[in-house]
């Protein structure tokens, strides 16, 4: 099984600034690797898939980036909107298809 | 718009069986374009991935489920059902179905909102 290690558990920020969250693999998934978002209450949201390809409706300053084990998701900007867990998932190899433990992003 | 909706009940007793259903609306589960899958969240934690079916007949389990997880598909009503045997406290979380979009790649991309199951007597 391939587990995921997200860092921080928790990233404070100030709304206006950058957010850089990461999420290792235990051994490489290459570019197969999804990010969500979930606020209190709700689903989790796809955010990213392919490591680098936003989903529908995703605003631009999301990015990701990586591949092999090491993966970068970042937010340009925070707006208050984007204070919430980003979970990270591995989809190359399964079973199981495994997610990270999560980061949280709170404001400072 | 595709929409998942999952329901079922909120109370399991230990040591019984789990049931949910997750009603599709907007697409439809026979597509062999898609996979339907379940996910799951206990409280205050992470997400586990609990197993997925794929055009209402091959299914595939997280091993660590595997001896007790059952997922099948009805095309007549549009959804597809997760059976979970012989439950714990540890079984006790929010249950999401989710969508896998067209292709190989197995990340979700339409979930629904979500149901809290707590095992307790």
């Known amino acids: 099984e391939i587990v995921m290690t997200q860092s921080p558990a928790t990233l404070s920020v100030s709304p206006g600034e950058r957010a850089t969250l990461s999420c290792r693999a235990s051994q490489s998934v290459g570019s197969n690797l999804a990010w969500y978002q979930q606020k209190p209450g709700q689903a989790p949201r796809l955010l990213i898939s392919?490591?680098?390809t936003r989903a529908t409706g995703i605003p631009a300053r999301f990015s990701g980036s990586g591949s092999g084990t090491e993966f970068t998701l970042t937010i340009s900007s925070l707006q208050s909107e984007d204070f919430a867990v980003y979970y990270c998932q591995q989809y190359n190899n399964w079973p199981p298809w495994t997610f990270g433990q999560g980061t949280k992003v709170e404001i400072k | 718009q595709l929409q998942l909706q999952e329901s079922g009940p909120g109370l399991v007793k230990p040591s019984e069986t789990l049931s949910l259903t997750c009603t599709v609306s907007g697409g439809s589960i026979s597509s062999s374009s898609y996979y339907w899958g379940w996910i799951r969240q206990p409280p205050g934690k992470g997400l586990e991935w609990i197993g997925s079916i794929y055009n209402s007949g091959s299914t595939y389990y997280n091993p660590s489920l595997k001896s007790r997880v059952t997922i099948s598909g009805d095309t007549s009503k549009n959804q597809f059902s997760l059976e979970l045997d012989s439950v714990t406290a540890a079984d006790t979380a929010v249950y999401y179905c989710?969508?896998?979009?067209?292709?190989?790649?197995?990340?979700?991309?339409?979930w629904g909102q979500g149901t809290l199951v707590t095992v307790s007597s």
């Open positions: 989710a969508r896998v979009p067209p292709g190989s790649s197995h990340y979700f991309d339409y």
């Open positions: 392919g490591a680098s």
